[in-house]
């Protein structure tokens, strides 16, 4: 389950992120793409996921105090939790945001093949 929150920080799912990106890049894109297949196969639950640009929203960067991007800020469970980079090393990605083991029904498909 994917939904996009409308402000950051306002939240209601057991987990949520906010992923910060800098305009359409392919490596903008490739860590939404990466932060959402990751999210969806370790958190059959749900949660949150809101994608800010940091070019069309400099104030809220800064006020965030992002770096550099694509940063994504596990926001919930507390405390909150900062990775960067394109998210695609899945396992260690997963390590960092502290995020559960993928389901084992889930391992078992990729396992045979079913994907």
Known sequence: MFRAIGEVGQVTAGYAFCLYVAGQSERSSAAESNLRALAGARLPDGYEVEVVDVVARPGLAEEQR??????????LPLPQVRVIGDLSDP?????????????????????????
């Open 66 to 75: 992002i770096l550099a991007t694509p940063t994504v800020v596990r926001l």
């Open 91 to 115: 396992p260690r990605v997963a390590s960092a945001l502290g995020l559960p083991d993928e389901p084992k029904d889930a391992r078992m498909g990729k396992e045979a093949g079913d994907d």
